[in-house]
């Protein structure tokens, strides 16, 4: 049977990046790895969602234990791979490390957990095989980071998994959405297909729930779902002139030149719509894909910026610019976006009568949210949804019996590692379940 | 300032910096360009009938990310002519005539002896040293270490040798290197005093096996598909050097002057040998792993630490330490100190707790609280229980944050000695957790 799976394009603007924080070699890893204190009860393991143990995998590395490092690492989170690229590791483990309290450099757990994962990749290296068939067979909609750590885990325990996903590719926002300073496409889909290697895992690609498979049938199907979604399109501003072209949703856009290619020769000055890290991303996309004016609107203050701080100062170490406590109020242009009006905003972020100024812009990108889309199960009897997040308990069951919920879609748009953390939870959770064991 | 000029049983130079008889002492050229580097003294590379070296020769231990941590050799004495290398020793003292050259010797019969020492004399040589130690290739040849485990042995090749320095050159200042491969050094180095010696050198190497590698199943340094044991040394042995160093420093029945030798790296380990008996310190890893430039830091640090602490001389501090060594019986068992964390420095790593939980008495406890917080993740002691191990300020990688603090537990002062003879009481033992 053909692959279903559309393989990526060659040709993607994507590959125009360079990673941020290139490969260790085995030669500057095993230096870093040396230089970690081995803390007892460490404060980086406690910050990783995952709780990886790093001071553990880190002596791996040390003393040339590359596989078993690696083991460590997916031990705990099987997308350790991605993790290593996209976690924000200045806020969570880095940020930990007791280093930071001696005044000293602290350990790059991040890249040392690359080169570990790295290698086990790329030496084919595999530690996991499926437990036991169970009979049990488990339905995860959408084929991203949660779903793929709650199928792993699944696996491990000898139930069956089936993954169901709208889209053609799988990987979910780390094959469409990572920075890809960060990571490229084909790594997200390069680590799906890696955890799918233990066996037992079928993908459905081009298979919407709801529409393709009703809810009804999947019940009838599966012993159990699990609802792996992430989030929905770009949230709109709603204001005159958004429909011009050249105003995009911003995770959109990034989908666009991660998956294919895109042509800027044209754009001159883009305008970032947000604060958070999508609109950071942004910044430093635009900014290397070449074009000259990048300016990141914000209607709060930089303090007051929900994106990290570490990533502002590197886009403007890459020449970012900012407007701070504003607001488009409208989109001008012939046939196409040229202007952007925006207002000034006061410290309560409310208008400033008669504070309003035009401004270039020929690309304006939305990163003020995306929609989230618990409402799709919301539907369901038991199934609650607040703030458009489904509302589960702390291992991910929904109140609807055999529905459990991970990722985006639960927390309302977090880290890849959150989603990994869920996703195993969730899966933990099911296992119970299916064995009568379940809380719920 | 501190006047650095050494006196070592006769033998002379600018400073006690040392290179001893050792691959760094293997030429002329490279003993000139180590006086230009500041070096006061080198002992030439052992001379002896040239010898044929295997290729590899050496193996490095590499402990916590420091290569050469621990190292060793299975090279043996010189490889090069006899004249060339007295040839050498001639033009080096004639342009340096302030500066220690020492001629190392090692050979077999008297005769032998007796030739060898003349040609040194003649070659002007400051000293000699007699090659006791080698404890790899040359001692199954019968010498080097075979001499230096046999106090008889020992002490007439030393006779032999005074007798034959007195005949060419009355005076000749003569030194026994002695081997470390012994269980006691004290009776070889009363050996070499009866002999007749001037001084000694202690440690040459320790006999071992530094490494194995693990695909091919051979011990390192391979040779082909062979190893063989070798004299270790390095940073690493440098307790074991200040042990041999001092006992023999301690014996009332010994005195002579001691060159001392054994994992020196920097002036710290310098003072360390001269404050328990040494005159001068001889260097030879820490060259070999980083180059002569190291005796800058070496002369720099030394000077500073005399005129810090008043020493004019390097005489006023040789065995300054040594009558604060006693035997174990002495020591003050009332005597109490427990351990205080000062949670300002702590930077939480917990090192101390997980130490104190498997490797001492249980009594560092981790906090209640967030596990990622520093201010919680400071360790409290539980004094009651602390024995005063030292190991938690051992692993703590931060500075004086751990102190080891003196408790007045009312108890006057009482050894095991004064208990066992005199029944001085003694106070209760601790880290029992009511046993």
Redesign the interface.
Same mark, same amino acid.
């Given at each position: 049977m053909a692959d279903p799976r559309s393989p990526l394009k060659i040709d993607r603007s994507e590959s125009a990046f360079t990673d941020y924080k290139p490969a260790y070699t085995q030669a500057q890893a095993?230096?870093e790895a040396?230089?970690c =204190? *081995?803390? !007892?009860? !460490?404060?980086c393991m &406690? !910050?990783c969602p995952t709780h990886i143990d790093v001071p553990q995998f880190i002596r791996k590395i !040390?003393s040339h234990n590359d596989k078993g490092s690696a083991r460590t690492i997916f031990d705990a989170n099987i997308l350790g791979m991605s993790c290593s690229r996209v976690c924000p590791v200045e806020t969570l483990c880095v940020g930990?490390c007791? *280093?930071n &309290? =001696?005044g000293h450099p602290p350990i790059q757990i991040g890249r040392l957990q690359r080169y570990a994962t790295d290698k086990a990749y790329a030496e084919g290296w595999r530690y996991y095989q499926a437990g036991p068939d169970t009979g049990k067979k488990v339905a995860l909609i959408g084929a991203g980071p949660a779903s793929l750590a709650c199928a792993h885990e699944l696996r491990l325990r000898g139930h069956a998994a089936v993954i169901l996903e709208k889209r053609q590719e799988i990987g979910g926002l780390n094959t469409t959405g990572v920075a890809p300073h960060k990571m490229k496409a084909d790594q997200g889909v390069k680590e799906a297909e890696w955890v799918l290697g233990i066996g037992g895992i079928e993908v459905r690609n081009g298979v919407e729930v709801g529409k393709d498979i009703s809810v009804a049938e999947l019940e009838k199907q599966f012993d159990a779902v699990f609802v792996g979604l992430g989030l929905g399109p770009d949230t709109p501003l709603k204001v005159p002139g958004e429909q011009l072209p050249g105003v995009i949703g911003a995770v959109a856009w990034i989908e666009q030149f991660k998956l294919g290619k895109i042509d800027l020769s044209q754009v001159r000055s883009c305008l970032i719509i947000g604060g958070g890290n999508t609109a950071l991303d942004c910044v430093r996309e635009a900014i290397t894909l070449g074009i000259p004016n990048v300016t990141m609107v914000y209607r709060g203050t930089e303090q007051g910026m929900p994106g990290y701080a570490h990533e502002w100062k590197a886009a403007q170490v890459k020449s970012a610019k900012a407007e701070w406590q504003a607001v488009p109020v409208a989109f001008e242009g012939e046939g196409k976006v040229q202007r952007a009006v925006l207002q000034r905003l006061d410290a309560a972020k409310k208008p400033i009568a008669g504070a309003t100024f035009s401004v270039e812009a020929d690309l304006v990108l939305l990163a003020i949210g995306q929609a989230r889309i618990g409402d799709l199960v919301g539907g369901l009897e038991g199934i609650a949804v607040e703030r458009g997040v489904v509302v589960t308990d702390a291992h991910g069951a929904t109140g609807r019996p055999g529905w459990y919920a991970g990722g985006d879609c639960r927390n309302g748009g977090k880290e890849v590692v959150n989603a990994a953390a869920e996703g195993k939870a969730a899966a933990i959770a099911i296992d119970a379940y299916l064995q009568g064991n379940s809380p719920n | 300032m501190a006047n650095l000029w050494t006196n070592c049983a006769g033998i002379q130079s600018p400073n006690p910096f040392w290179l001893a008889s050792a691959p760094p002492t293997n030429s002329g050229e490279q003993i000139q360009r180590a006086f230009d580097a500041g070096w006061g003294g080198a002992v030439w590379k052992t001379l002896g009938q040239p010898i044929q070296n295997v290729s590899s020769r050496f193996g490095g231990h590499t402990i916590g990310g420091v290569r050469g941590a621990g190292f060793n050799n299975i090279e043996l004495i010189t490889d090069r002519p006899l004249d060339v290398n007295f040839r050498e020793i001639a033009e080096v003292k004639k342009k340096f005539p302030k500066h220690a050259v020492i001629a190392s010797l090692m050979v077999e019969t008297e005769q032998e002896w007796e030739d060898i020492i003349c040609r040194s004399v003649d070659a002007g040589a400051d000293g000699l040293e007699l090659n006791f130690g080698c404890p790899h290739g040359m001692c199954e040849r019968g010498m080097g270490s075979a001499v230096g485990q046999e106090p008889l042995v020992n002490e007439r090749i030393t006779s032999w040798a005074k007798k034959y320095a007195e005949k060419y050159r009355p005076g000749l200042p003569v030194l026994i290197k002695l081997t470390p491969n012994v269980s006691d050094i004290v009776p070889h180095g009363l050996a070499a005093q009866r002999g007749g010696a001037d001084g000694v050198s202690l440690i040459n190497t320790i006999k071992s096996i530094v490494s194995v590698d693990i695909d091919r199943f051979v011990p390192e340094p391979r040779v082909g598909n062979l190893s063989t044991n070798g004299g270790y040394c390095g940073a690493a042995v440098k307790p074991i050097a200040l042990h041999m160093l001092a006992s023999l420093a301690r014996d009332p029945r010994f005195n002579l002057p001691i060159s001392g030798i054994g994992g020196v790296t920097n002036w710290r380990d310098a003072v360390e040998f001269i404050l328990l008996g040494a005159t001068s310190v001889q260097v030879c890893t820490e060259v070999m792993l980083k180059g002569y430039r190291i005796v800058e830091d070496m002369i720099d640090g030394l000077e500073s630490y005399m005129d810090s602490k008043g020493f004019a001389t390097i005489d006023q501090m040789v065995g300054k330490a040594i009558p604060n060594y006693e035997h174990w019986g002495d020591l003050d068992l009332n005597y109490e100190i427990v351990a205080k964390i000062d949670a300002d420095k702590c930077i939480g790593c917990q090192l101390c707790v997980v130490a104190c939980m498997d490797g001492a008495h249980q009594c560092i406890h981790p906090q209640e609280g967030s596990a990622t917080e520093r201010t919680t993740r400071v360790p409290r002691v539980d004094e009651a229980e602390c024995v005063g191990c030292n190991l938690c300020k051992i692993v703590c990688p931060v500075p004086d944050c751990i102190s080891m603090v003196q408790v007045d537990n009312g108890f006057a002062p009482a050894t095991w000695n004064e208990h066992l003879y005199q029944g001085k009481q003694l106070r209760h033992r601790k880290g029992s957790h009511g046993w």
């Open positions: 095993v230096v040396t230089r =204190l *081995y803390c !007892a009860d !460490a404060p &406690h !910050a !040390a930990s007791v *280093y &309290h =001696l | -």
